[in-house]
């Protein structure tokens, strides 16, 4: 696998890169997460492969969390691997975020958003990525018991220590992020983002106003989940696959969640893909980012194919207002 340990050198060429709120950071359009398929259980040389394959299609950012594995802390494990097999000399040209806020470790630290669980995690994943610094740290989920203002002022302590550039929230609504917004400007914390569930299949910062919010005010939104768990993708066009994330893992993604109303406007939405020049997929992607007001969408992947095929939506073409329009009726 020595070809992937050499960078394409036109590998900005066919990204676009979008600035992050009102700050300086730009992110690729399409970003690659580490949630799944870089766990213990994976196979080491296919996540070289996605990573060096996302790398030379412009893809420059990588996002972790403490807990993604299986076990937690594995992917950031088998990253840090990466980056000394080759990806960390390129370390000034990559933006890296981790995360905390969901269990980690025993006890009554390891969890929801203390300062000593958050400074206490941040080190540890530094450590298994043999890291001195992230570029994004995030606050992962909104804590109810612990003050915000303890938890704002930890990721401020944080990016004053050296240990981040910038800061983030994820899962925090409209109301929870204009909080965060009111402390962290107060402080002069370089806060840039949120990340959040956005697809066709999934609204809500639609919904709860935090997508015009934040375009109104400066800040950036990362969208998770953009093809809804696979849902929207060619996999269960005809049913559900043995190999499919419902049928070998279910964690995240039931049978229920494929109702036959599901599966109708799946096939619908792959009619105007398809109309289109796209895949699903590609289309799904291409339509979280269709008015500018999403930064970047968060891709997974199994293999490294599905990276290139995804990287294609920036070439795409704009959606019609006949496009939009079909689109809704079939998702109301």
Same mark, same amino acid.
């Given at each position: ?208 106003? &935090?997508?015009?919010?934040? =375009?109104? $005010?400066? @800040? ?6 953009? !093809? /809804? *768990?696979?849902? +929207? ?29 599901? &599966?109708?406007?799946?096939? =619908?939405? $792959?009619? @105007? ?6 895949? !699903? /997929? *590609?289309?799904? +992607? ?34 019609? =207002? ?11």
């Amino acid at each position: 696998m020595d070809r992937l340990y050499i960078a394409d050198k036109n590998r900005y060429e066919t990204m676009k890169y979008n600035r992050c709120g009102n700050s300086g950071l730009k992110l690729p359009a399409v970003s690659l997460g580490l949630w799944h398929n870089f766990g213990s259980n994976g196979n080491y040389d296919n996540m070289l492969d996605m990573c060096f394959t996302a790398f030379n299609q412009g893809i420059t950012h990588f996002d972790l969390a403490n807990n993604y594995g299986p076990v937690p802390g594995a992917a950031e494990e088998n990253f840090g691997r990466i980056l000394r097999d080759g990806l960390g000399k390129y370390r000034d040209e990559l933006v890296i975020s981790t995360k905390a806020g969901y269990d980690m470790w025993e006890g009554p630290y390891g969890n929801w958003g203390s300062k000593k669980y958050l400074v206490a995690s941040l080190d540890q994943s530094l450590k298994r990525m043999g890291l001195d610094y992230v570029d994004i740290f995030y606050h992962h989920r909104p804590d109810p018991e612990t003050p915000l203002e303890e938890t704002m002022l930890a990721l401020d302590s944080i990016v004053k220590s050296g240990k981040a550039l910038y800061v983030g929230i994820s899962n925090y609504n409209k109301e929870q992020t204009q909080r965060a917004v009111e402390i962290l400007h107060e402080q002069k914390t370089p806060f840039i983002i949120n990340q959040r569930k956005y697809s066709m299949f999934e609204r809500n910062i639609e919904e709860d106003g &935090l997508k015009s919010y934040a =375009a109104q $005010n400066g @800040i950036g939104i990362i969208a998770f989940c953009p !093809l /809804a *768990q696979g849902l +929207l993708t060619n996999k269960y066009l005809h049913g559900i696959p043995d190999d499919s994330r419902i049928r070998t893992d279910g964690r995240f993604l039931k049978e229920d969640a494929l109702s036959a109303e599901r &599966l109708t406007q799946i096939q =619908a939405l $792959n009619d @105007i893909a398809a109309s289109r020049g796209q895949t !699903l /997929a *590609q289309m799904a +992607l291409s339509w979280v980012l269709r008015d500018g007001e999403v930064t970047s969408v968060l891709i997974g992947a199994s293999r490294a194919s599905q990276i290139s095929e995804n990287t294609k939506i920036v070439d795409a073409k704009p959606f019609t =207002a006949d496009e939009i329009e079909a689109i809704e009726k079939i998702l109301k």
